[in-house]
């Protein structure tokens, strides 16, 4: 009997973010509120933006929020871990994205098998990436991922938030 493969982080990130092209209830053409495709420059100030509203941690005077990225609705059940960093003036953002592996001892452990990271600026109106460890075309999709991660967490945080009925 042979075992399932297990599909490579950049595969399931492909996946992610193919299928977060067109959330239900959008028309192909009509996503204002999502950058089109993988103009990296858009993604990264809609990352940039989608951030900086979950706001600042106290005591602290930049941006960090931690998020994981998969279809699951469950965060314990996905395997790629994203750190997003962002300083003001001059606007930098750093984001660490790492792959988890599960031991196989214990299917509840996970450790980091790969960090990559990827550093970008704003020049002028335009965000520019610095320094990626990711190739070219893949880095529109992880970031893609990136962005449907941290609107469903946006989107937890306000029902957390939101009063029970009694």
Known sequence: MTRPTKPSAALCLALVAAGS???PGRAAGNQTDAPE????PALLAAVVSEVEELGRHPGESFYRWEF???EDDDDTNKDIHAVVVIHDDP??????????ERLPANRR??????????FAGRTGDRMTVEKSDYPE????PVLRALLKAI??????LRQAAEPRPS
């Open 21 to 23: 092209l067109l959330l």
């Open 37 to 40: 495709g993988t103009n990296v």
């Open 68 to 70: 994981f990225l998969g």
């Open 91 to 100: 606007l930098r953002l750093r984001i660490h994205i790492t792959d988890l």
């Open 109 to 118: 452990v996970r450790v980091a098998r790969r960090t990559r990271v990827v």
């Open 137 to 140: 075309k893949e880095l529109g």
């Open 151 to 156: 609107r469903d967490k946006k989107k937890l």
